[in-house]
Structures are given as C-alpha cells and as structure tokens.
Nanobody
Framework: QVQLVESGGGLVQPGGSLRLSCGGS????????IGWFRQAPGKEREGVSC????????NYADSVKGRFTISRDNAKNTVYLQMNNLKPEDTAVYYC??????????????????WGQGTQVTVSS
C-alpha cells in the first residue's frame, strides 16, 4: 500500500516562506500524481498544487499561483511545496495526497486514492 508522510509545517509571519516535503512509498508503477491539499477549521478541503511523477506536469490553485511552487525528486520519492509570500488565509492543515495510475495532475479531491496525516501551517504575526 501507498504511504505518504508530510513534514515542514510550522509558524511563519505574513510574507514569510515555508517548504513542505512529502515522502512517498509503496508505489508499484511509474504513473501517479502527488499533490497538496489544505483544510482550514470549519472549511472544506481544497486542492493547492499537484504534480505528475511521470512527466512533471503541474496544476496550481488560483489562490496560490505565483506564490507556491511544486517540485519533485523522483529518486527520493519526494515532492516539495515551496510556499512564498505567505498570507494568513494560507493557514490550514496541509495534506499530501496521491492519485495512482495517472499521467495527469488534475488535483481533484475526488480522485485522491491516498492521504498523508497532514502538517499544520500557521501564518500569523
């Protein structure tokens, strides 16, 4: 089975930066997508950014485009999310997620097959 482990969350001031990491294991093919979703208290979980491990294609939510960058290191089975110019509205639990048997990175929550445990990101002065 696939397992995902997030790290890198923490407390940062508005305008600051954080880098999240998601380490994956248990993949049995080269065709899957890894991405980040987030959920604030009382809010629905939403897609942030996703990347295809096969071809590197990416998707970003409009709210983070230009501020966040997703990248991959296939040799380490790890995906990163560099978050710059963070805003209080970015405060949420960030979850790593995987969709198997795909060449795309649609970042659709309904297509997620596996979830990580989440890491807290708090943006506050």
């Amino acid at each position: 089975q696939v397992q995902l482990v997030e790290s890198g969350g923490g407390l940062v001031q508005p305008g600051g930066s954080l880098r999240l990491s998601c380490g994956g294991s248990g993949f049995t093919s080269d065709y899957y997508a890894i991405g980040w979703f987030r959920q604030a208290p009382g809010k629905e979980r939403e897609g942030v950014s996703c990347i295809s491990s096969a071809n590197g294609s990416t998707n970003y939510a409009d709210s983070v485009k230009g501020r966040f960058t997703i990248s991959r290191d296939n040799a380490k089975n790890t995906v990163y999310l560099q978050m710059n110019n963070l805003k209080p509205e970015d405060t949420a639990v960030y979850y790593c997620a995987a969709e198997i048997y795909t060449l795309q990175a649609k970042c659709d929550i309904d297509l997620v097959d596996y979830w990580g445990q989440g890491t807290q990101v708090t943006v506050s002065s």
